[in-house]
């Protein structure tokens, strides 16, 4: 058994949300409190029968094997299509599920050609074309040290003001064969831009400011605090106005930024991004605050508890153990013997903060590796 190239990437698309780098604590001091639940008071996208969308996304699983789709419940559109055993396209971008005419379309010269043209192939699951990425910034475009494949990352924002999750992220080989593709962007961002009164007012000078964002943040996952008892540690940058404070005894240093929360595919809403570790509860929290009106809007948890797993297992070489052996041939079979329960913790809690394998999971499909039969 081995694990192949596409294999490699199996781990990193399965989840969208960890398209955003947020750190990850590991707590196990205050591992007896009851952890605060993740919220999202946006509503999700209701789903819609589109005959046109289900023939597309079917013709991709016709065409390549295994093949994985997801659709973003907020924005809509596909916010993930790759496989474990087939590549999306062939070499340049073109073949599989790239015609050869879209991905002609793209010049040869422009770097990010597998991505551009599967995005213009297949604008309808989408919601949008190359133009977007155009449009967007790219935050990362690397290649690995072996030289085998190339990653790109492209964030959205308006009036450089980051949108949240608005991220976009391409795997391709060094002969442009397109591994997998994910996607949070707003299909239209600025359109969505264009339907916000005041845009330019509103981002400079929100009505609810920095230090009472962390007051309300801070109050959302318990914790007391004043502005007064807020330090700033230096001046906000850009025109996301990024900032970090001092939390005095309710929390360690706290960063803040402006961020656009896209609430469907056509709207976002101004808000302050705070991300803050509470000292009582030992915990890291990334919190949401509608920069207009102070309502938190969503509350991501930045803390993994370690926690053992139990499994119900032979702990012999077989339900019927008989090691070494009888010496000279023989038809007899030792007992059935039954299965015993067994703890097992996680072993590195960097590399594998849940453990082997997660809550609710039945393979072992994750962060350590996804092996298979090639």
Known sequence: MKCNLLSRFASLFRKCSILVSIPLLVATAFANQPQLPNFD????KA????????????????????AKLRENEVVGGLSFVGSTHEFLTDKNGRGKLVRDAVADS?????????AKAFVKEH???????????????????????AGN????????????????????????????KLINVSSRFVPDV?????????????QATPTIGAKQAIVLAAKNIGDIIGADQLTELAQPIGNHKQQKFRGGQVLNNVQTHLTWLPMDDSTVQLCWEVMLVSRARGEGFNVLVDAQ??????????????????YNVFTGDSPSPFSPGWSAPSTNQPPIVSRSLVSV????????????????????????VNAHLD
């Open 47 to 66: 789903a819609q029968t589109n005959v046109a969308k289900k023939a597309a996304m079917d013709g991709i699983r016709a065409k390549v094997k295994d």
């Open 106 to 114: 793209i010049p040869d010269n422009d770097a990010h050609k597998p």
């Open 293 to 310: 009106t102070g309502e938190v809007l969503v509350r991501h948890g930045l803390t993994e508890y370690i926690s053992s797993a139990q």
């Open 190 to 202: 600025a359109k969505a831009a264009n339907k916000i009164a005041n845009r330019k007012a509103i």
């Open 41 to 44: 008071k946006r509503a999700p």
């Open 345 to 368: 913790s996680a072993l590195s809690t960097i590399g594998s903060p849940n453990g082997w394998i997660n809550d609710g999971d039945n393979t072992t499909s994750g962060n350590n």
């Open 123 to 145: 604008r309808l699951l989408f919601g949008f074309g190359p133009e977007a990425l155009d449009a967007a910034k790219v935050k990362k475009d690397y290649v690995t040290k």
């Open 149 to 176: 494949f190339r990653t790109v990352i492209w964030q959205q924002d308006i009036d450089d003001i980051p949108v949240f999750e608005g991220v976009f992220k391409a795997h391709w080989t060094d002969d442009g």
